[in-house]
Antibody, heavy 120, light 109 residues
Framework: QVQLQESGPGLVKPSETLSLTCTVSGGSISPYYWSWIRQPPGKGLEWIGYIYYRGSANYNPSLKSRVTISLDTPRNQFSLKVSSVTAADTAVYYC??????????????WGQGTLVTVSS | QSALTQPASVSGSPGQSITISCTGTSTDVGSYNLVSWYQQHPGKAPKLLIYEVSKRPSGVSNRFSGSKSGNTASLTISGLQAEDEADYYCCSYASTRRVFGGGTKLTVL
């Protein structure tokens, strides 16, 4: 059974960079897509971006200038960085497996989520 | 990118059926039969309910069904049960993007 676990600081100062890691267990990073999704308190889900196991990434246009997703295949991990954060980046951050084939796409496995608060 | 449009809330009594709509555009919902639906209970991660508009993963009750017409997808829950009370989100594939709906809170009266 595939499991995902987010890790990283729960508190980040305004203007600094938010960094999170997702560790995948029970399965391999290959040959899948892996996404980050966030949810501000009391609000809906927002897709941040994905990375393909070969290393290519795509991002939500509204966040693209501040977001980087990277891969560490030997460690079965992928990571998220969001720069120049503000209070609006306060959210529960989820990592998820983004199952994509020529005929399908959906998020089938999710991490439990981690709350990141942006505050001085 | 704009979120897909869902009603903020719906409600129904046990045993009844409800439908949640999810309206997008010709660049997302209208272009692909790749709409998925997720159920989220408070404090929990979302759970996949429906994929490819109308398919159910193993283990999901057949009380949940999905459909699509044009730029609008729909989730129907029949035989409402107390445990169905949750937030529901649609999501559409849009090539190199994924677009979520704003979410719908289902209250079981």
């Amino acid at each position: 059974q595939v499991q995902l676990q987010e890790s990283g600081p729960g508190l980040v100062k305004p203007s600094e960079t938010l960094s999170l890691t997702c560790t995948v267990s029970g399965g391999s990073i290959s040959p899948y897509y892996w996404s980050w999704i966030r949810q501000p308190p009391g609000k809906g889900l927002e897709w941040i971006g994905y990375i393909y196991y070969r290393g290519s990434a795509n991002y939500n246009p509204s966040l693209k200038s501040r977001v980087t997703i990277s891969l560490d295949t030997p460690r079965n991990q992928f990571s998220l960085k969001v720069s120049s954060v503000t209070a609006a980046d306060t959210a529960v951050y989820y990592c998820a497996r983004d199952l994509v084939t020529t005929t399908t796409q959906f998020f089938d496995y999710w991490g439990q989520g981690t709350l990141v608060t942006v505050s001085s | 990118q704009s979120a897909l449009t869902q009603p903020a809330s719906v409600s129904g009594s046990p045993g009844q059926s409800i439908t949640i709509s999810c309206t997008g555009t010709s660049t997302d919902v209208g272009s692909y039969n790749l709409v998925s639906w997720y159920q989220q209970h408070p404090g929990k991660a979302p759970k996949l309910l429906i994929y490819e508009v109308s398919k159910r993963p193993s283990g999901v009750s057949n009380r949940f069904s999905g459909s699509k017409s044009g730029n609008t997808a729909s989730l129907t829950i029949s035989g409402l049960q107390a445990e169905d009370e949750a937030d529901y989100y649609c999501c559409s594939y849009a090539s190199t993007r994924r677009v979520f709906g704003g979410g719908t809170k289902l209250t079981v009266l």
